[in-house]
T-cell receptor
Framework: DQQVKQNSPSLSVQEGRISILNCDYTNSMFDYFLWYKKYPAEGPTFLISISSIKDKNEDGRFTVFLNKSAKHLSLHIVPSQPGDSAVYFC???????????FGQGTRLTINP | NAGVTQTPKFQVLKTGQSMTLQCAQD?????MYWYRQDPGMGLRLIYY???????DKGEVPNGYNVSRLNKREFSLRLESAAPSQTSVYFCASGVGTGWEQYFGPGTRLTVT
């Protein structure tokens, strides 16, 4: 039972354009959503998060949008840069559970 | 401040052999986690420890055991390795509600 799904295994975007990564979830009890970024041969690193009581959170070039009615969140990166090429994982947590459920990941490639 | 460290970085085992993956963190975090990453499957939680002295099963605990040796160290043991355990293993530590996690660089394990 995959509670957090990233249906696009890969995404290719031109440098300078907007990258949009998508994530769907099934459990309406999730109270925090996060995006992690992973480079090859390294561990994932925390990128940005959003509480379930908000619908948008912005940090520089990165914005996460949450649509609770659709159980969908997305990460927007604008403008996209070559250093953004990485695998992006969506994750969610249940209140008090102290653990995360991750999606399968989306490999983002930024082309010059 | 090394963050989260894991040893070894690479390991090749024969079916039936045993081994222990070591993890240590120097950030004074209460929670620690073991994940495995497989192609198309994202990060799946094997075991976690919300605090020193406690451990709990995650999504894929079969074939593994863990020990929370002290606040800093959390080890993962494979008693009888199987080819299905070929994977990249990540250790992480976390603060607060558990969603802000810091990952180690990973251990690439191959079981032949």
């Amino acid at each position: 039972d995959q509670q957090v799904k990233q249906n696009s295994p890969s995404l290719s975007v031109q440098e300078g354009r907007i990258s949009i990564l998508n994530c769907d979830y099934t459990n309406s009890m999730f109270d925090y959503f996060l995006w992690y970024k992973k480079y090859p041969a390294e561990g994932p690193t925390f990128l940005i998060s959003i509480s379930s009581i908000k619908d948008k959170n912005e940090d520089g070039r990165f914005t996460v949008f949450l649509n609770k009615s659709a159980k969908h969140l997305s990460l927007h990166i604008v403008p996209s840069q070559p250093g953004d090429s990485a695998v992006y994982f969506c994750a969610a947590s249940l209140k008090g559970a102290q653990k995360l459920v991750f999606g399968q990941g989306t490999r983002l490639t930024i082309n010059p | 401040n090394a963050g989260v460290t894991q040893t070894p970085k690479f390991q090749v085992l024969k079916t039936g052999q045993s081994m222990t993956l070591q993890c240590a963190q120097d950030m004074n975090h209460n929670s620690m986690y073991w994940y495995r990453q497989d192609p198309g499957m994202g990060l799946r939680l094997i075991y976690y420890s919300a605090s020193e002295g406690t451990t709990d099963k995650g999504e894929v605990p079969n074939g593994y055991n863990v020990s929370r040796l002290n606040k800093r160290e959390f080890s993962l043991r494979l008693e009888s390795a199987a080819p299905s355990q070929t994977s990249v293993y990540f250790c992480a530590s976390g603060v607060g509600t558990g969603w802000e996690q810091y990952f180690g660089p990973g251990t690439r394990l191959t079981v032949t």
